[in-house]
């Protein structure tokens, strides 16, 4: 299920909210005004509106300052997990400056506006930045309460309060949560803002609104997505803010919430470079049956060079796996399938018989607790699942053999490979066959997955 769309909120709309509790424009020139002032009045106190409408995390100047904060923390990772939290406190400030861009410019503008109206408007009694976080979903209410109560007071004299609202929506497709906040920070400790209370309120009662309209209708639009993961690329490696839980698991989703898989993978991408493994005695056979004296089946030892060149060939994301080979069998197996008994299908012969032990080792591969049976050699395959797609996720697999008494010996196979969790246990099962190793466990790091 996709989440559906709401519609995004616009001046007009807070213009509705400031008529309905008696406030007005504070210009009533103002589509006309060459110095813009600011936008109402309430008993005496100018406010001024901005709306933050875009993603400020899609502009590629402020993704280039954050990759260049980010990937020194993970310098060797595919996938870059922009969480604030796992920064210095040092960096962490660097963050924030990073990401206020767009409330340092509402700030910037605001001041200018207020200041203007209150020359004009001699009885106003205070100065209020009304911002509303409208499109830049990976501020959080506390957050953008943050930024930007640090940012009037360092910049500012001129604005004596500030209220920071918005309508944050998240959807899992089946449910949907929408949160409306509206706070009211003091900047001018002198100065005293009881319309609040009725605007909060007129505020809320336009919310309940809002959601009442949504409900009754048949087909919901608008332009206005669920919170999703913000995503960008930038110099090979891919950058990630996930976007937040929901908050309790899903009773719809009894396995867990979907996620997105953009890699394009609809079927599981080749994890192996398979080649027939044949003693001395089966070489001959085979080279007796194919009739063929050139080439891998001309004499054993060209046959070694030839797995040799395989073996070149292969890679971490397809570790070589030598498949046992049966002369006899394989010319059943043409016969059946009324083939040549030539290396081409004595290759194909090799891929049919790969197949069952990897099914086999895939079905019984079982995540690894603290419960689990202990198994004296397995492949391990641990995914770190990030955000809402499969795409960013990152594995390791390594093969792991227990001692009795001490710490397991690990020896590292992959390592921070862009691959979704079945896919590393597929790779995983690869690995198993051609270590000669049992059995396949799996871990999921899911810190950062959507829930």
């Known amino acids: 299920?996709?989440?559906?769309?709401?519609?995004?909120?616009?001046?007009?709309?807070?213009?509705?909210?400031?008529?309905?509790?008696?406030?007005?424009?504070?210009?009533?020139?103002?589509?006309?005004?060459?110095?813009?002032?600011?936008?109402?009045?309430?008993?005496?106190?100018?406010?001024?509106?901005?709306?933050?409408?875009?993603?400020?995390?899609?502009?590629?100047?402020?993704?280039?300052?954050?990759?260049?904060?980010?990937?020194?923390?993970?310098?060797?990772?595919?996938?870059?997990?922009?969480?604030?939290?796992?920064?210095?406190?040092?960096?962490?400030?660097?963050?924030?400056?990073?990401?206020?861009?767009?409330?340092?410019?509402?700030?910037?503008?605001?001041?200018?506006?207020?200041?203007?109206?209150?020359?004009?408007?001699?009885?106003?009694?205070?100065?209020?930045?009304?911002?509303?976080?409208?499109?830049?979903?990976?501020?959080?209410?506390?957050?953008?309460?943050?930024?930007?109560?640090?940012?009037?007071?360092?910049?500012?004299?001129?604005i004596d309060g500030v209220i920071v609202a918005g309508c944050y929506y998240h959807s899992d497709g089946f449910d949907s949560v929408f949160l409306w906040p509206c706070t009211y920070i003091p900047i001018n400790l002198a100065f005293g803002f009881p319309e609040f209370e009725k605007l909060q309120v007129a505020f809320q009662g336009f919310a309940e609104k809002f959601m009442s309209t949504l409900i009754n209708l048949d087909t919901p639009i608008g332009e206005k997505l669920a919170v999703s993961d913000v995503t960008f690329d930038l110099g090979g490696k891919r950058y990630v803010r996930p976007a937040p839980h929901l908050g309790k698991p899903s009773d719809f989703y009894v396995n867990g919430r979907p996620r997105r898989n953009s890699t394009g993978f609809e079927k599981c991408p080749p994890v192996a470079l398979i080649v027939p493994d044949l003693s001395r005695s089966e070489h001959n056979a085979v080279r007796e049956i194919s009739g063929e004296k050139f080439g891998p089946l001309s004499t054993y030892e060209a046959w070694l060079e030839f797995i040799e060149e395989a073996r070149e060939e292969a890679s971490e994301m397809q570790p070589l796996v030598a498949i046992p080979v049966d002369a006899q069998e394989w010319l059943s197996w043409c016969r059946s399938q009324k083939l040549e008994s030539s290396r081409s299908s004595l290759l194909s012969y090799a891929h049919e018989k790969f197949v069952d032990p990897m099914n086999s080792i895939i079905s019984r591969a079982r995540e690894r607790t603290s419960n689990s049976l202990v198994l004296s050699s397995y492949i391990l395959a641990v995914t770190e699942e990030i955000g809402q797609d499969c795409e960013n996720d990152v594995s390791d697999i390594a093969v792991v053999r227990e001692r009795p008494h001490g710490e397991p010996i690990i020896r590292p196979l992959v390592e921070d490979a862009r691959i979704f969790h079945e896919h590393a246990v597929a790779l995983a099962a690869a690995y198993a066959l051609s270590q000669g190793v049992g059995a396949v466990l799996w871990q999921k790091e899911r810190s950062y997955c959507w829930t």
């Open 1 to 158: 299920m996709n989440p559906f769309p709401i519609k995004a909120l616009t001046e007009e709309d807070f213009d509705g909210i400031i008529d309905s509790i008696g406030g007005m424009r504070a210009h009533l020139d103002a589509d006309r005004r060459e110095r813009k002032g600011a936008d109402y009045l309430i008993d005496g106190t100018l406010i001024e509106l901005k709306i933050l409408d875009d993603e400020g995390l899609t502009k590629a100047p402020r993704q280039e300052k954050l990759a260049k904060l980010f990937s020194t923390e993970q310098p060797n990772r595919p996938v870059v997990v922009l969480d604030p939290e796992a920064l210095s406190s040092e960096k962490q400030h660097k963050y924030q400056r990073i990401v206020e861009g767009p409330v340092k410019t509402a700030i910037a503008k605001a001041r200018v506006q207020l200041a203007q109206s209150r020359e004009e408007i001699v009885d106003a009694t205070g100065s209020v930045l009304w911002i509303v976080n409208n499109g830049y979903t990976s501020i959080d209410h506390e957050d953008l309460e943050e930024l930007v109560s640090h940012r009037v007071r360092n910049d500012t004299t001129s």
